[in-house]
């Protein structure tokens, strides 16, 4: 019911943009979140934005390079991700949650539905 795409192979500094379509229901009054998985780390939270858009979360390592920002009339999400550095290596999940409340904002159990991922790697 998510589907992430736009990962690749890029160079440090350099940019992408994944995306993450919903199919099959509508996520117009969900939490959506993007989280990443390094090979053999733990899956973290990486940004989060709310149902009507106007308010977003980022973790601090990418607060100021990545942009959150969704299309609920597309019901499409999107990861705008600059100034890459090689520690954002790793696969990208989108995700959507009912009910998150901020503390559980950058839990990954608080969240209901999860794409497949989408790999990026940043190379140095």
């Known amino acids: 019911q998510l589907q992430a795409s736009g990962g690749g192979l890029v160079q440090a500094g350099g940019s992408l943009r994944l995306s993450c379509s919903a199919s099959?229901?509508?996520?117009?009054?969900?939490?959506i979140g993007w989280f990443r998985q390094a090979t053999g780390k733990e899956r973290t939270f990486v940004a989060g934005i709310r149902s009507n858009g106007g308010n977003t979360y980022y973790s601090d390592s990418v607060k100021g390079r990545f942009t959150i920002s969704r299309d609920n009339a597309k019901t499409t999400l999107f990861l705008q991700m600059n100034s890459l550095k090689p520690e954002d290596t790793a696969v990208y999940y989108c995700?959507?949650?009912?009910?998150?409340?901020?503390?559980?904002?950058?839990?990954?159990?608080?969240?209901?539905?999860w794409g497949q991922g989408t790999e990026v790697t940043v190379s140095s």
């Open positions: 099959g229901r509508t996520f117009s009054g969900y939490t």
């Open positions: 995700t959507a949650g009912q009910g998150i409340i901020l503390s559980s904002l950058r839990v990954p159990s608080s969240y209901h539905y």
